[in-house]
């Protein structure tokens, strides 16, 4: 069973930062990919930023310049730095793993950027 626990969500004002973890039970080694998706309210989730077992990243077009995902392999955690955030940033924000022809998710950690 695989677990992923988000944490470091929060209140921030406009402009500030935030990072989050997402720790996984286990190696994240054998993930093919490991992302962070967003879903406000009332709208779709979103793919947020993807980070490959090869080292290759993808960024959604309204993140990139400001947000880095990265991975520490010792720990099991990937990271999702935010910052320059904006108002329209504030969702719950969850973390995604793939192995194989399964995705995992976590429960979700909730980011509010006020105005």
């Known amino acids: 069973q695989v677990r992923l626990l988000e944490s470091g969500g929060g209140l921030v004002q406009a402009g500030g930062s935030l990072r989050l973890s997402c720790a996984a039970s286990?190696?994240?080694?054998?993930?093919?990919?490991m992302a962070w998706y967003r879903q406000a309210l009332g709208k779709q989730r979103e793919l947020v930023a993807a980070?490959?077992?090869?080292?290759?990243?993808n960024y959604a077009d309204s993140v990139k310049g400001r947000f880095t995902i990265s991975r520490d392999n010792a720990k099991n955690t990937v990271y999702l730095q935010m910052n320059s955030l904006k108002p329209e940033d504030t969702a719950v924000y969850y973390c995604?793993?793939?192995?194989?022809?399964?995705?995992?998710w976590g429960q979700g950690t909730q980011v509010t950027v006020s105005s």
């Open positions: 286990g190696s994240i080694f054998r993930f093919n990919q």
């Open positions: 995604n793993a793939v192995e194989g022809v399964y995705y995992y």
């Open positions: 980070l490959s077992s090869g080292g290759s990243t």
